[in-house]
Every structure is written in C-alpha cells, then in structure tokens.
C-alpha cells in the first residue's frame, strides 16, 4: 500500500518482470517478457499496436495475472494482489476521469475511498493542483476543462496517494501536437520532482526517445531490445527495431566476409563494409540486411560509395527528403538545408552518396519476416 | 396562405384532436352533471363527481391497496433489473445473447399466463411447504408483476449501461476503492437517472396492469380491477374526475420536469447569463422547478377548494323540475291522444277485430278512461322517453 507518510530512506520503486508470459487461448500477447525497471526510471515500452505493451501494463497494474512468471514491485511478488491493493496508479489513455464529480473529488478520490477526512481530502487536493500548475480549478467540472488540463488532472489523481510506480497508457495521444510537445516536457518535470517510476506505453517514437531513460522495444509481445533511446537508435540489435524506431534504409544482400565488429556484404549496388549488429557471427554465404540511416546517407565519395538517382523530392524547411534510386532499391535521404548559400538538387540529378561503415548496420533477416 | 400550409395545418389540428380530443371530452363529462358523462346536453355544472369518486369505497380501497403493491414492485424489480443488466454486461457476448432472450421472455408472454401460472405456483408451494400466509393477494400480485416489470426495468438499465465506460470502474480500482467503494461511488452515481426512470416505469407497470392482477389479487382488488369492474357496471362521471385528477398529476409533473431541465440546459450552455428570466431574482426564483411545483400545486389547491364549495343542487333540481315538467307534459299528451284513439275506437263497431290485435298491446296495457287517474304517472308507462328519463327520474319519484 502506498502511504501518505514518507519513510526516510526513498522506497524501492522497481518492477521486475520475472519470465512473464501472457496468453489468452491460443494467442501469446506478451511471450517471456524478463527485465527489471530502476526504482525512480522513466521506461518506456514502445510498439506498434498489438504488440501486447498494453496487456503488459495492464499486468503490471494488476488488472490481468501473467500465464507464467512473476511481477514483483518493490521487491515483492504480485500474485494475487488485486489492482486496488497495488503501489501503482494507471492513467488510462483515455484518463477516466470521473465526469459526475469536481475536478477536486477526482484528485480527492483515492484519499476518500482511503478514508480521508473531508478536509484534509480538499487541502491535498489543492496542493496537487498547485503542483501541477492548475491552482484554483477545484471546484470546475471535468467537462469544463481543455485536453491538457485533463491530462494534468489525471496525472495529479494518480499521484494524490503517492503510488510507487505511475502507469502511463498512451495518455498523450488525443492531445494535438503542440500540446503533445509540451506535456512531453511537463511529464518529465513532474516525474523528476516526484521521483515516481514511470512506465509509458506508447507507440510514438517520438515520445518514447525524447522522455524515456530506457526504451523497450516490442513487437508481436516480444520484447526485442532494451535500452537508452541513444542505443536504440543508434545500435538496434533487430531488423524490426532497425525499422520501426526511425526512418531507415534496408539493402538486402549476402554477407562476403566479417571481421570482427565489421563485415563486408554484398549487394546488387556494389559491396559495402558495416557494422555488424547485436555481436552476431556470419559465414560467407550467409542472407543478412544493411541498415543506413537517411541522414548518414551523405553526398560525395568516401567510404562505401555509390552512385543513385534522385527520383523526386520532399522540403520539410529544416531537411529535405530526398528519394533517390540506386539499383532495385529506392533510397531515403536527408539533406540539411544549406539555405540560399546552397543550392537543391534536381530531379534525374545523380548523386554521389556514401556513408560510415560505423554509421550502418548489418541485421539478420530472419527477423524481418517477423515483422511484416 | 398556399395550399401546402393549409394542409398542413389542418392535418395538424386533426392529428392533435385526435389525440387530445378524447382527453378534453372526457375532462368536460367530468363537470356536467348528467348521470351519464357526456357534454350535450349540458345539464349543471357540478364538482360532485369528485365527491362520488372519494366516497366509492371500492376503488379507494384498491387505490390504497395498489399504492402497497406498486411500492413493493419498485422495491423489487428495480434492484432484479440492475443485476440483471449488470450480469449481462459482464458477460461474454454469445451467453449474453442466450440470458437476454431468458431475461426477457417474460415480457413476450400474455400477461393472463403468467398470472395463472403465478397462482398455480405459489399454491403449490404455500401448501407443499405449509406456508399459507404467503398465498395472498398482495404477495402474490407482487411476484407475479415483477416477473415480467422487473424486465422492464432491466430494459432501461442496459440502455443505460451501454454509455458506461467501465474504464471509470477500473480507474477506481486502480486508485485504490474496493470493487464495493467503485459500485457505489461510480456506477450507482452514473446509473442514478435510469434507476429514477425504471422507479418511474415499474410503478406505472404495476399500477397500470390487469391482466396478471386480476388473476394473483384473489379477493383483493387494485384500482386498475376495481375501476374495471365499475365499468362493467356502467360508466358514470366519476371516472372522469378521476382522468381529470390523473392529467392534472401528470401535467404538473411535465411541467416541473420542463422547468428544471430548461434550468440545467441553461446553466449548462452558460444560456444563464444570456436569459432575462435568470438576470432577475424574482423571475429566477419563479423560474427554479421547486417553485414551479410549489405554484401549481398552490393554484390546485386553491381550484380544489372552491369546487367543494360550489353548491350545484340548486340547479341540478332545476334541471330536474324541468325534466319531470317536460315528462309530464308528454304523458299528458300521449294520455290526449290515447284517449282520442280510444273515443275513435269505441265509435267504431265492436266487431272490427282486426284492429285490436294492431293495437292489442298499447290498449290493452291502457286502463280505461273512466278508471284513468290523471295526476298520478305510471313508472311503467309505456312512454318511449321512459327510458331516457328513467335512471334520473325513476328515484326521485320513489320519495
């Protein structure tokens, strides 16, 4: 239970999901998830729909029992402790909010169905609604309120018993862009005062790189990597994390020889060195992808050079999509503006490009067929 | 005005006299004095109808006696349909299929079996299990109405649930309430409207029903019984006042309704602030429903009052005299005109028999003029107004 009164040393907010699988039937929404999230860690699972991120959570919160393996918060096992009984707070993607109460009785209502007096539920109701920047809206109703106050009203009745661990489903995803942008933001600042583990779920990468200190990245209810956002951008260990976190370009091929962390792999544009990723041994011979991101595609020669043709073009301002053919494959480029001092390519222009064997890297293609 | 809006209009006001027409009918019978409830002739007019209706002990009896039924009825089939509905929500989709046909069977059978079977039911039970005091009418018109009400009532109840986010419950799970403290502080709260409508529905069901209380009542009767063995007796004005009484009841409950929901629509589309009635105090306090009320039930009271004062006897002899004034002076003229007949007849020869079988059986029913006794009518007189008269006049002459 989560209790009002802070006990002097902070408490062990960690979750640790022991060998977890979830089945309903014969469908596997989450297969043999193990890892363990850091007491005060804002972890993100990110996935596309489907991927059984929300059945976790909801394992998690404890709305659903794991077929196999345990939850322990907290260093304690979870079996059998009903939702009401847990140290979490879920906020639903949709928020739940309670429209027939106040925006004060809905902050207030964990503390009521604790018992709390009446007067003491309206003073820490006003406290929460100082801290999340909304003072004085007590008394409205919920239907009077903007998307992002909502949003922060839920957050502030999660947080109204102080839960070890605050559940996040996709709660951004109704709110425009601007607003999403900025709660991003806000979510962080609230977490870091409270020093709450958070667990968001969410399949916006965007959200996911720019909050989280570690990612998980599931697809099809396996967890396919964990890690810093930096990590799994910049090292994905799987084709599907490869090509669901960012834009990235595939090049399918065979691999010629691997040396250590670096292998060359032969493909219909020509032959190109790269890393290899996830510290996985190949034989010559052996079916793998490259995998280049359109920003380190860069003009001139260099390393793993090639020759493509632009093909048509995107101006987004800051970056100019370029979509150029080399070969059978259409390649995704990015190009930084260079303003008026530069000049844009044309279409049918052919572009020298290469790029960073470390700046690319070679996956399995096993995998890849998992994911379309 | 083209063709299409006269139309228009004239159907319209043939569609609402259809439907009000019998209403206002009805309501006009019930202040005429007329033994008969009827608008012409228009005799006096007259409150005593409502007195005849409060004195009939029958149907006052079944009032009370359908109030104790309706009362346990709602008490009961509320709360079945409630779980009812709640079970069904919970369900998985194909059984819910199955239980909601099950659920609502009863409602699909005539209401006569279901009343006979209710009977045949709790007999065998009260006497298999020696429970005789179960086996009466009040307990048994109770179970047998909310066989099929409480369906009703499950009706509205999943009309309502359907709206339910049941995320709200989980929410309330999550942040820490027992599935009780969630029943209660969240689904009652957002089931609370259907649950005064199913009250409101369940009651009328109940009051209402015939075919399964004329059945289950036994020897009691409810008024909907009472009244419609009143009505097998003959039909008089006092039914009337008593549809008066009923649509004045549902009008002032239309139009508090009406008052507060305009308020809340009001105060919810910040309309308010617009309103010149809200801007004022006294138009806002004369606008708020509990004032409405507290006004039309005032002037009904006050109505009321001055009809149990208004003394119509005066004129109900009037119209009395005149009716026995106007008998008598077509007995008389018959009496003229039989006596004439008889003078032609006795001129005539006695032998002329063929006549006297035409009027064998009005001359023979007629006394002979020297034994006639003018002043002194004969209740079987064969007047063909004696029997438009008769119900009116015949007691007024025993005295």
């Known amino acids: 239970m989560p209790d009002t009164s802070r006990p002097d040393q902070t408490p062990d907010r960690s979750v640790l999901l022991d060998h977890v699988s979830i089945r309903f039937g014969n469908f596997t929404a989450v297969d043999n998830a193990n890892l363990k999230i850091n007491s005060g860690e804002f972890f993100s699972f990110l996935g596309p729909s489907g991927c059984g991120k929300t059945t976790l959570l909801r394992c998690i919160s404890g709305f659903s029992e794991p077929t196999e393996g345990k939850v322990l918060i907290g260093g304690k096992d979870m079996a059998g402790v009903g939702p009401n009984k847990r140290p979490t707070a879920l906020i639903f993607q949709h928020l739940a909010l309670f429209p027939l109460m106040s925006v004060a009785d809905n902050i207030a209502f964990p503390l009521e169905v604790r018992g709390v007096s009446k007067k003491e539920r309206r003073k820490r109701a006003d406290e929460l609604l100082e801290m999340i920047a909304l003072p004085g809206i007590g008394d409205k109703k919920v239907s009077e309120l903007s998307g992002g106050q909502k949003q922060r009203v839920a957050i502030a009745r999660a947080l109204a018993v102080e839960p070890d661990i605050l559940l996040l489903d996709e709660p951004l995803s109704a709110l425009d862009l601007k607003l999403r942008q900025h709660m991003r933001t806000e979510l962080r600042a609230i977490q870091k005062q409270v020093g709450v583990t958070f667990i968001y779920i969410t399949h916006d990468q965007g959200e996911a790189l720019t909050m989280s200190d570690r990612v998980a990245v599931m697809s099809k209810g396996v967890i396919e990597q964990v890690g810093e956002p930096d990590r799994i951008y910049n090292r994905p260990r799987s084709a599907f994390v490869a090509s669901f976190v960012g834009e990235n370009n595939a090049l399918q091929g065979v691999i010629k020889v691997q040396s250590g962390e670096t292998a060359a792999l032969d493909t219909p544009m020509g032959t190109f060195e790269a890393r290899v990723g996830g510290g996985r041994k190949y034989k010559a011979g052996d079916k793998a992808l490259l995998f280049v991101r359109p920003e380190q595609l860069v003009p001139g020669a260099g390393d793993n ?31 930084v503006n260079a303003g008026l001092a530069g000049s844009l390519p044309a279409a049918g222009e052919t572009l020298s490009l290469g790029f960073a064997p470390m700046n690319a890297t070679i996956l399995p293609v096993a995998d890849m067929a998992s994911d379309t | 005005m083209n063709r299409n809006t006269l139309f228009g209009g004239a159907y319209a006001v043939a569609f609402f006299s259809f439907l009000f027409g019998p209403l ?66 919970e369900l998985p989709s194909k059984l819910r299929a199955t239980l909601y046909t099950v659920l609502i069977l009863p409602i699909l059978i005539p209401g006569v079996v279901l009343g006979i079977s209710t009977i045949v039911l709790w007999g065998q039970i009260s006497r298999g299990f020696g429970a005789g005091g179960l086996y009466n009418g009040y307990f048994l018109t109770i179970v047998g109405q909310i066989t099929f009400i409480s369906a009703y009532a499950m009706l509205v109840f999943i009309a309502r649930l359907q709206r339910f986010d049941a995320t709200q419950t989980e929410a309330a799970l999550d942040l820490g309430a027992t599935p009780g403290q969630a029943f209660r502080k969240i689904l009652l709260p957002f089931m609370a409207p259907a649950i005064g409508s199913a009250a409101f529905i369940t009651l009328l069901a109940s009051f209402e029903n015939y075919n399964t209380t004329v059945f289950t009542v036994l020897s009691e009767s409810t008024f909907t019984t009472a009244l419609a063995s009143k009505v097998r007796h003959g039909t008089d004005p006092s039914l009337s006042a008593l549809a008066v009484i009923i649509i004045t009841i549902t009008l002032v409950g239309a139009l508090t309704n009406e008052a507060y929901q305009r308020r809340k629509e009001a105060e919810m589309g910040g309309r308010a602030s617009r309103s010149p009635l809200y801007a004022n105090p ?103 107004f004696g029997g438009a008269f008769g119900g009116i006049t015949a007691p007024k002459l025993e005295e």
Not at chain 2, 35 to 53: A, D, M, Q, S, Y
């Open chain 2, 282 to 384: 006294v138009t806002r306090a004369l606008t708020h429903p509990g004032v409405v009320f507290a006004i039309l039930v005032g002037i009904i009271a006050v109505v009321s009052f001055a009809g149990s004062r208004h003394d119509s006897s005066m004129c109900e002899a009037a119209v009395l005299q005149e009716k026995l004034d106007r008998q008598e002076e077509l007995r008389a003229a018959q009496k003229a005109r039989i006596e004439a007949e008889q003078k032609q007849q006795s001129t005539l020869p006695k032998s002329n028999s063929a006549f006297g079988g035409a009027f064998g059986g009005l001359g023979g029913a007629t006394p002979a003029p020297e034994s006639a006794e003018p002043a002194a009518p004969k209740p079987e007189s064969p007047s063909a």
């Open chain 1, 305 to 335: 050079a090639f020759e493509a043709t632009l093909t048509r073009q995107e101006f987004e301002g800051a970056t100019n999509h370029v979509f150029a053919k080399a070969g059978d494959s259409e390649l995704r480029v990015s190009m």
């Open chain 2, 24 to 89: 206002v009918i009805m309501v006009i019978t019930a202040f005429n004095s007329s033994k008969f409830p009827r608008v012409v002739p228009w005799e006096c007019f007259t409150t005593g109808w409502f007195g005849e209706l409060f004195g009939n002990q029958r149907l006052m009896d079944g009032l009370l006696n359908s109030v104790i039924i309706g009362a346990g009825v709602v008490a009961l089939a509320v709360p079945i349909g409630l779980a009812g509905a709640l079970a069904l929500s």
